[in-house]
């Protein structure tokens, strides 16, 4: 049989053991202590008896007129002893006797009790009677008149005569016993059950703990180690659960500080797996948040920041590098710094994104070159005129007034390419206050018109506006938005040729109105228009008056310092329209 494992029953089960071994051993010795007292009363009683019966039977052997009647006698006091009687005289032979029958013939001596009796005046003996069924108990007295000993008195009882009595009480104790035995193991089964339930419910409430079910809690009950223990427990769940919520928030919060930072931040452990990863790490290297488990070389496929890594795992020491990320549309600096923990080897990886900082560092190179390419063209000219009037030119008046004219014309080149660039400067660094006013779109639009009507009459072309009644001011810098407007004014007459048409309409747009410049001229081809806003784009650079190409650029700037947006929609050969909306004021 295998001994169960649950801890109830071993309790119960040991708890039983010793309760039944107990009251067995307690049982066993009351009985033998009650059975032998009882003997030893009984002993005692047959001795009292016989002496007794040697009172009443002294007169039978003084007197011969009574002797006859001793069978009658022993009768009697058979009866009253409730006892064997048996008397015998000195030589043992039985004179007398209550059991029915004939008196035994032989001489008694040999029995102990008789024996010791005629010689010492009393004698006692135990032994199976004749069929050896019963223990039978003897006591014998001896009958002395005057100084003679005549005979003896025997008294006889079985040891069964006690038995009664001594099973009676077995009974009685057995009963009492198994009661109180039964009592017990229910109380012990109880116990046991009751303190089993507080180990099984602190067992299951640190399964359900160990589940990540932190506020689970185990009721205190039974006895007071139980109770213990199971406060105990819930002591050591509080505080287990105040912990992971305090690196729960702890690791929110550095989560939260990673995921706002700008720089990419990973972290990859000695067995270049990835354990650390943050939006804009993510972001740079496009790749997912769930990159997190998987193996740095798998998920980022960049040769560049694997050696970085590496390097700096062999070297021990923070390495830097430039690197192109996405097919080259992100430039980042990056810093592989060693994380030694332990014995283990991480790598800490931050992603400073350099793209901004190099698009502007390239365009202020492509400005310089730009605006350095725009100034020698005019500056060689001069150069050849002044050289041409050295040379003798300067002697012919006619010749010489045409080169000044024509030097002139440079310089005016020069001073309008140079203001546009200051102007674009201005609005790029934002140095400057915007004068803003409320002005109507109509003073704006009469204010063009009369600066080019004399162009357009001379260009040949027809300028019209289309300006709706009741337009509703707008918030600007007049002087600004009229150099803007003058921009769109100059490229539509550059670009439309004679017999052409320009219309200048204004159009309320809710919180804004909505400015535009339509020419029926040569229109913009599709490749061009993405980049015509850029400065120094010249979409025709073979033409020679084409104009500085930062027009459009500063129209643009303009009006998004003034909060609004530039578009522009335009067909090769049939005309373009550009537009723009300033807020209403
Ligand atoms: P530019 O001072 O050279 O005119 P812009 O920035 O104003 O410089 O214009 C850039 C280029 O866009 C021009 O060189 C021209 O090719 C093209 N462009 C601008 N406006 C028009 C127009 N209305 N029609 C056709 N082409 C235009």
Redesign the pocket.
């Known amino acids: 049989m295998r001994f169960p494992k649950s801890l109830q029953w071993r309790i119960a089960i040991a708890y039983t053991v010793l309760i039944f071994a107990t009251m067995g051993a307690v049982s066993l010795y009351l009985v033998t202590f009650i059975r032998s007292s009882y003997v030893r009363d009984l002993d005692a009683r047959l001795a009292q008896e016989a002496a007794l019966a040697v009172d009443a039977v002294d007169d039978h052997f003084t007197d011969p007129a009574y002797a006859a009647d001793l069978d009658a006698l022993a009768e009697r006091l058979s009866i009253a002893s409730q006892a064997q009687v048996t008397v015998v005289d000195a030589a043992g032979k039985v004179l007398a006797d209550s059991s029915e029958g004939p008196l035994v013939a032989e001489a008694l001596l040999a029995r102990p009790e008789i024996r010791d009796a005629i010689n010492a005046g009393r004698g006692s003996d135990v032994r199976r009677d004749s069929e050896g069924n019963d223990e039978v108990r003897y006591a014998a007295a001896a009958i002395v008149i005057g100084n003679e000993t005549r005979g003896a008195v025997r008294i006889a009882a079985p040891t069964s005569e006690v038995q009664g009595n001594v099973n009676r009480i077995v009974t009685t104790i057995g009963i009492s016993a198994g009661a109180v035995a039964l009592l017990s193991v229910a109380l012990g089964y109880y116990i046991a059950h009751r303190t089993s339930r507080s180990v099984r419910s602190v067992t299951s409430g640190a399964r359900r703990l160990a589940d990540g079910d932190l506020e689970h809690r185990v009721t205190a009950s039974g006895t007071d180690e139980t109770r213990d223990m199971a406060e105990a427990f819930n002591k050591m769940a509080t505080r287990i659960r105040d912990v992971v919520r305090d690196l729960d928030s702890e690791s929110g919060r550095l989560k939260v500080v990673l995921d706002t930072m700008v720089d990419g931040v990973l972290v990859v452990d000695s067995e270049g797996v990835v354990v650390l990863i943050n939006a804009s790490a993510s972001e740079l290297l496009g790749v997912r948040a769930e990159a997190v488990g998987s193996r740095f070389a798998q998920t980022v496929r960049d040769h560049d920041l694997q050696r970085l890594v590496s390097t700096a795992q062999a070297r021990m020491a923070a390495t830097q590098d430039e690197v192109a990320l996405l097919r080259g549309r992100r430039v980042v600096s990056a810093v592989a710094t060693p994380l030694a923990q332990g014995s283990t080897q991480g790598v800490l990886l931050t992603l400073h994104d350099r793209t901004e900082t190099r698009r502007l560092e390239e365009t202020r190179k492509e400005f310089v070159t730009n605006a350095s390419h725009e100034l020698r063209s005019p500056l060689a000219s001069i150069k050849a005129i002044v050289e041409t009037l050295e040379g003798g030119a300067l002697a012919d008046p006619a010749i010489a007034s045409d080169y000044l004219s024509r030097v002139r014309r440079e310089v005016d080149r020069m001073a309008a390419l140079v203001s546009d660039l200051l102007e674009l400067s201005r609005l790029e660094s934002g140095q400057f206050r915007l004068q803003q006013l409320a002005l109507d779109p109509k003073d704006l639009v009469d204010e063009i018109l009369s600066r080019v009507q004399e162009r357009a009459k001379a260009a040949g072309v027809t300028l019209e506006s289309v300006v709706p009644q009741d337009m509703p001011p707008v918030l600007g810098d007049e002087q600004k938005l009229v150099q803007a407007m003058f921009?769109l004014m100059?490229?539509?007459l550059?670009?439309?040729p004679k017999g052409g048409r320009i219309t200048l309409s204004t159009q309320s747009q809710g919180k804004l109105v909505r400015f535009s410049v339509r020419?029926t001229?040569?229109?913009?081809a599709p490749q061009?228009l993405p980049h015509?806003f850029e400065r120094f784009?010249?979409?025709?650079r073979s033409r020679r008056d084409?104009?500085?190409?930062?027009?459009?650029?500063i129209v643009k700037h303009t009006v998004q310092v003034h909060g609004g947006n530039v578009s522009i929609d335009?067909r090769l050969g049939a005309g373009?329209t550009?537009a723009f909306t300033v807020p209403v004021a």
């Open positions: 921009n100059d490229n539509a550059k670009y439309t020419d001229g040569a229109g913009i061009d015509i784009y010249k979409a025709d084409g104009g500085t190409g930062l027009g459009l650029a335009s373009t550009v």
